[in-house]
């Protein structure tokens, strides 16, 4: 399907799934697709990152790949033709097709960002990747200090140029006696002709840079706010970074000068040396060539088709919806690797940021489940001053989502195959995304919680209910968090308690002898696991039968030491298709669990 859609075949980047081609002159219709011949082979090299045009075909290609890509992943996990993907022709005869990604490469209708319009079923969604312009951000003086530092960028006004922007700064003060620029700034007349300096807090980025501009200022610096002084978020990090937004009504078109975000120890840097003078240099990276950006759009199709049903689209329009949030959680799911850890930063666009991919990126927080790396909890949905809407809001359920992924990791392991594959993380992709089918229109976040635990009621019979509650709840959105309407942000309550634990007929561990997990995935083709964890040191043989008593595998048979949680698989490569009987024996204990293959 990557050239073929059952009618035609293309050469170039287009076939049954997507069209991926250049539309720099912002068109909205197919430009330049690079063309892979009759062998299909589309080899290409990556040129610079500062001249996006001279890396065309290698990034038009990623784009193409990547769509493709997630299409074949998602299949998987049930964004198929019956549930709205995104095919020229449905083979199966479900769903409706014509409807293929149109994903538009260096498009020229905007730059620092990305979008994914998805319309109802059998109507074709837009992809638009733009470039961004990033700023190179050093300090000449103080001299001690001077140095390249990290930014994030704005998504309005116009981008610093090729040739050093270089001028001197000045901390700007407002009718209300504040740094924060969110009245007109009073001394103007210092502010003529150079750098305003403007601390974070109290109203929207675009409206500091706005009263910075009328006061004749060349470019804006906005530096984070100390946490928890008013107007500031307590968890927010004032060495955190966050890329500049537009809030709703208001498009930014006048703003005339450029601007950059820092970090706190960089504002001070600023604000506390007379003289002061930086230098801003503008450069360009392709967001064709991020793959966690091309997954995060992708994945706003995957949420607008399944939550309310493929033929709605419009029920992620509420204010305490976390459209932006799955999105990025299916862009660091498809990214994860085996060399991944729970505590480690993840953060979002970090090569269009010019960072390390431990770098900070443009959300409030980089993804970790350590709190002093990313604090974020329910009650900072309600921050209308220090979390966006609704990117910010989505930061705070996809950390949510981070943490319950990491602990089904912690009991089921990881799985790099991210199609066939039985790890926690491929189940923490199976729930998420079957809670998007299960959640009802507009759902506020303890709506999106409450469709996980049913997806893994239904599928799992509930056996991983206290890892999900655990995550949630961690994070405020415990037993007793209400949101409140799902249209107002600001009138959730949150809790970190979980319920009470509940023993399941199958869950031993209460009499003190063991513990044996359900098989996950069941059924399953090929391959599934399960854990085991014994009170005592003891032998214990672990083997699957088929129906006829016949044993077919032995997984363990020998010592299996007291308290720790012994992960097993079962491979049923070699096995016919039916069902099998999984025996657990073990010096003071048995039990077995049904098992069907399917292939």
Known sequence: GWHDDGENTYTITRGNNVYAYEDRSDRNLPGYSPD????????????????????????????FYWNNLIHDILVAYGFDEASGNFQETNFSGQGRGDDYVRAEAQDGSGTNNANFATPRDGSRPRMQMYVWDAAIFAIVEPVADAGEYPTGSASFGPVFPADPLIGDVVLAEDESSSSRSCDAIVNDAEVAGKV???????????????????????????????PGAEGCSPSNPGEGLTGMGLPDGDDGEDIEIPSVFVQRSTGLI??????????????????????????????????????????????????????????????????????????????????????????????????????????????????????SQPHGIGTVFATMLWEM??????????????????????????????????????????????????ADRLANN????????????????????????????????????????????????????????????????????????????????????????????????GALAAGSVHRFAVDGQGFASGTYVLRVQGERFAETRRLTLVK
């Open 36 to 63: 892979g011949g009759a062998g299909l082979v589309f080899d290409f090299s990556f040129a610079d990152d500062n001249d996006p045009v001279a890396h065309e075909d290698f990034a038009i290609t990623n784009l």
């Open 196 to 226: 305003a300096l403007i601390e974070r807090g109290d109203c929207n980025f675009v409206d500091k840079v706005r009263n910075a501009q009328d006061a004749g200022a060349i470019a804006a610096i906005v530096f984070n706010c100390e």
């Open 270 to 387: 600023l604000a506390d040396n007379d003289p002061a003078s930086v230098s801003l240099t503008g450069a360009a990276r392709d967001s064709d060539l991020d793959n966690g950006v091309i997954i995060h759009e992708y994945a706003h199709g995957i949420s607008n088709r399944l939550t309310g049903g493929p033929s709605a689209s419009s029920c992620l329009g509420n204010a305490e919806q976390a459209g932006e949030g799955w999105s990025d959680y299916y862009g660091l799911m498809l990214t994860m690797t085996a060399a991944d850890a729970a505590t480690q930063r993840r953060g979002i666009a970090t090569y269009l940021e010019f960072e390390s991919t431990d770098g900070q990126g443009i959300r409030p927080a980089p993804y970790s489940t350590d709190m002093s790396t990313n604090p974020l909890t329910y009650a900072d949905v309600a921050n209308v001053n220090g979390i």
């Open 405 to 454: 992924t990491w602990n089904l990791i912690d009991r089921y392991g990881f799985d790099a195959d991210l199609i066939n594959g039985t790890g926690g993380n491929n189940l923490a992709l199976q729930l998420v995304t079957d809670g998007l089918k299960l959640q009802p229109c507009s759902p506020g976040f303890v709506d999106a919680r409450d469709a996980i635990l049913e």
């Open 462 to 557: 509930g056996v991983n209910q206290d890892l999900i509650w655990a995550a949630f709840a961690k994070r405020g959105l415990g037993v007793n968090a209400d949101q409140g309407s799902p249209n107002d942000r600001t009138d959730g309550t949150e809790d970190f308690t979980t319920p009470p634990p509940v023993a399941s007929e199958t869950d031993e561990a209460l009499t003190g002898t063991h513990s044996l997990s359900a098989v996950y995935p069941n059924p399953f083709n090929p391959q599934a696991s399960f854990t085991l964890q014994v009170a005592a040191a003891q032998d214990v043989t672990v083997a699957v039968y088929d129906m006829l008593g016949r044993r077919v595998s032995v997984l363990h048979d």
